[in-house]
């Protein structure tokens, strides 16, 4: 039995609670036997939600024989962390057995020379293999790619088929299909185990096998891949090179993971973080990243501080300006990021183009409209009271419409002008939108405020 | 051959400019052609790709004979959107030959009364399986599963179950167990088709089958199912009742939309919007949601004018706090997003606990420290120049500590207190975060001031 959503985050600290005291009173023998008595995946999860010191402590507990598929579950952030300590004789012993996608994953973290020395250690079978997935980026289809396909030829009957398959220990993970091929290794179709087993075995591949199956190009982006599998909802799916030649296969497992960093990264993106930013990463490693952003993020503020320096003499005559300009530039802040978000997830999910971009500017403007006049009226109101003043509550109110309309027409165009430009719209929309909203916020307050009090 | 991303995301907008044109030349019959040629998944990224009344326009060109698989690849929000305009003989004819689950998933969307008509117009195995689902939340293992399970006993031998197999005309989509049951349907384990195929058919079930997989509980929440599912790579796995009683059982095409659902729960929620919001969401609908987002921020926003309310005169007297004051807040606010989004995700992967909060806290302080410190001394420097007063720029430097110390450390315990209060973290965590750096940003900076040059 399976426990609760509260009971498996409990008992992952629970572990961690009691891991740290053994660790922490020195009986390492007992936390060895604690953390070697779990599955890899559980051992993976206890050492990313732990930090370094703690982590490196426990990663050196871990017994030999599992420490390979401990490695594959951790995030490539946290792996490179441990791959950095190790020498060429260890990851040699560590990769054995793997599936070549993982091993491809690996090698790719370490430096050149250490690469060449692993594969010049491997059997020449491995060393192809490894080097078929290492050509293509680890981001494309033929990064992702395993090379552990079952193919059989057309022309054989079901029952030879199945007389080979008993010849196998087992098949690969994940197998839902086999995969047809001719002489020359060329894809031709896919042979789904359920047609397998439920069809007269007297009858030949050719006869059922599925030739509207369509091949994955190594070259594929990734996303591009999982977009696939989502629309699809395949297991697995071949990939061929240019030729149409059969190079291996992907399979949802992998990705998976390409879905869960594709949705991360609008978020972290946005805080100007990493997608495969290690939770527990440390101080070192973390800060620059952060202080570029944040350096990033004072320019802007610089910037809005000098349109507010523009009207230095308004504010001094009239002190409320001061007090209510921030009120301004946040609410166009938050409009125009809702309409950010919305448009950048849209992009995303390869909604949003020419055709339907009018449209959505057009609600953009409207809902801006909307909900611009309805909060303008409320601080109006507000201010009316707070102040005693009915100009300075009208020159709000207009400001406040002003920017909220301004707000949502940059939260749809922004991401779509830094695409055309090859920009990532979701590491710099925000900056670019917040900038907006407030050189227009304090633009539109401070200089009809001029005008009406001047 | 794939095309490639941009590829397929040109393609999806040239169709759609087709489209469109036909539709507006009023060349129904082509449009109806052009449409129909498409794979269901294809026109439902089509259909979610459209504003409403477009939208509205080619749903009614979709051939009624893949109008159900066309509805079962769209989002909730958008099959709501349809569901609405039909009537219960509809709903029964366009719900006939789906899976269990898409026709729970899509009267779950129905009103009490119509979900009654269209169960009692069913097949009496079919309402059975249907109900059985509909007992369950749509958030959990009982409303994501299916009930197309192939079960075997365990005294069979292999070959009685090829035998078995071949009498169906097509098994189950992603089934790559059969799930073995005794006599009162209880699970007992999983007998993969690799297994099945790789092994001599005189051997029993009993004998290979897998007695350690685990059967999930048809009350777990969908986000731990889903996490199980990544963690041991599965691509089905059965559910149970509390009894151990097999129900029915997951695959991993439902589980992939969960992951992405919840990926982009935090993304969405941080600007106060739904993960399942419609990017072509009509006015009326998208324009309340936001509203109420609005006026919560124009509260915490009218919190902090009120904070510099409390500083009038000093304002008054140097209006160059008023120019200078928003960087603070900007700075403090930047660096918070930064530990809130690490935090966040962290808790959403299940690795923030007791046993760590500790060290990420005093991580954030001193990434804090060190990013505060440099910044702060480069605006101060900046402000020395620009405003030639050495005062100010101590001020604004030390402000600037304050604040971006207070974010991280807010930051990092927000989402944590918030979740320990039941509250989602994702959903208020930006607002509440964005009050403190406000107001102690403006308290810090104006408080100094205002004790330097009273």
């Keep these: 039995m399976q426990p609760s959503a509260e009971q498996l985050h409990a008992q992952t600290q629970a572990q961690l609670g009691e891991l740290y005291e053994a660790l922490d009173s020195g009986t390492f023998k007992q936390v060895r036997r604690m953390l070697n008595g779990l599955t890899p995946v559980k051992i993976a999860h206890l050492l990313e939600s732990s930090p370094p010191q703690t982590r490196r402590a426990l990663w050196r507990l871990v017994d030999r024989e599992i420490e390979g598929e401990v490695l594959q579950e951790l995030s490539d952030d946290v792996q490179s962390q441990f791959l950095r300590h190790m020498d060429t004789q260890e990851v040699v012993e560590i990769t054995e057995g793997m599936d070549t996608d993982d091993i491809a994953d690996i090698l790719q973290q370490l430096p050149d020379q250490v690469i060449q020395e692993v594969l010049s250690a491997m059997s020449d079978q491995d060393r192809r293999r490894v080097e078929s997935v290492l050509t293509y980026a680890e981001d494309t289809a033929g990064g992702l790619m395993n090379t552990d396909t079952i193919t059989v030829r057309p022309r054989l009957t079901l029952d030879v088929v199945l007389r080979y398959l008993r010849r196998h ?7 839902d299909s086999l995969i047809v091929v001719n002489r020359q290794d060329e894809f ?95 101080l070192m490693r973390t800060t620059p990243r952060r202080a570029i952003w944040l350096g990033v993020n004072l320019i802007t503020a610089i910037i809005a501080s000098a349109v507010i320096n523009i009207f230095e003499e308004t504010i001094d005559k009239v002190v409320a300006l001061a007090i209510l300009m921030p009120i301004v530039a946040s609410m166009g802040g938050v409009a125009g990021s809702q309409t950010l978000t919305v448009v950048i997830r849209g992009m995303a999910l390869g909604q949003i183009g020419r055709n339907n971009l009018r449209w959505l500017l057009s609600r953009e403007f409207s809902a801006g409209m909307i909900n611009g006049l309805l909060w303008a009226l409320v601080m109006g109101v507000v201010v009316s009271v707070w102040f005693e003043d009915y100009t300075i509550a009208v020159i709000i109110a207009a400001a406040m419409v002003i920017n909220i309309l301004t707000a949502a027409l940059a939260g749809a165009l922004l991401p779509v002008l830094l695409k055309s430009v090859k920009v990532d719209p979701a590491l710099a929309g925000g900056v670019a939108l917040t900038t907006v909203t407030d050189v227009v916020g304090f633009l539109a307050f401070l200089g009809l405020a001029t005008y009406f009090y001047a």
Tied chains: 1, 2.
């Design 169 to 175: 220990d087992e098949i690969p993970e994940s197998t």
């Design 188 to 282: 031709l179709g896919l042979l789904p185990l359920g047609k397998l087993l439920t069809t007269d075995p007297g009858v030949t591949v050719r006869e059922i096998m599925d030739t509207e199956a369509e091949a994955i190009p190594a070259t594929l982006a990734d996303s591009e891949v999982a977009s696939l599998f989502e629309r699809h909802d395949w297991v697995s799916a071949p990939v061929v090179d240019a030729g149409g030649k059969l190079l291996g296969r992907i399979t949802i497992d992998d990705v998976v993971d390409v879905i869960r960093e594709d949705a991360d990264h609008s978020l972290m993106s946005l805080a100007g973080l990493d997608e495969e930013e290690d939770t527990f990463a440390p």
